[in-house]
Nanobody, 113 residues
Framework: QVQLVESGGGLVQPGGSLRLSCAAS????????MAWYRQVPGKEREWVAQ???????NYAGSVKGRFTISRDNAKNSVYLQMNSLKPEDTAVYYC???????WGQGTQVTVSS
């Protein structure tokens, strides 16, 4: 069994930064890729970024160069550093054990002046 708990969301002005964290429990964390997704009401959940156990990363085009995904396997945690935030980044952000049905509860990110 895996549990994922996100934190770090909030309200930020355009151009600002936030760092999301996802704490995972369960042995599967250290051997599987992890991912961040986001969702706005009325739209499908959107893949944002993912990272392998070894640290290889991939990003959606809309966030590349602004967001950075990282992980600390010793702490069973994955992070999403979000810089130069835009209003269109407003969404609920979810942590996912990539390729599985394990999701966190989500954390709201609102970018607004």
């Amino acid at each position: 069994q895996v549990q994922l708990v996100e934190s770090g969301g909030g309200l930020v002005q355009p151009g600002g930064s936030l760092r999301l964290s996802c704490a995972a429990s369960g042995s599967s964390f250290t051997i599987r890729p992890m991912a961040w997704y986001r969702q706005v009401p009325g739209k499908e959940r959107e893949w944002v970024a993912q990272i392998t156990y070894g640290g290889a990363t991939n990003y959606a085009g809309s966030v590349k160069g602004r967001f950075t995904i990282s992980r600390d396997n010793a702490k069973n945690s994955v992070y999403l550093q979000m810089n130069s935030l835009k209003p269109e980044d407003t969404a609920v952000y979810y942590c996912n054990l990539f390729g599985t049905a394990y999701w966190g509860q989500g954390t709201q990110v609102t970018v607004s002046s």
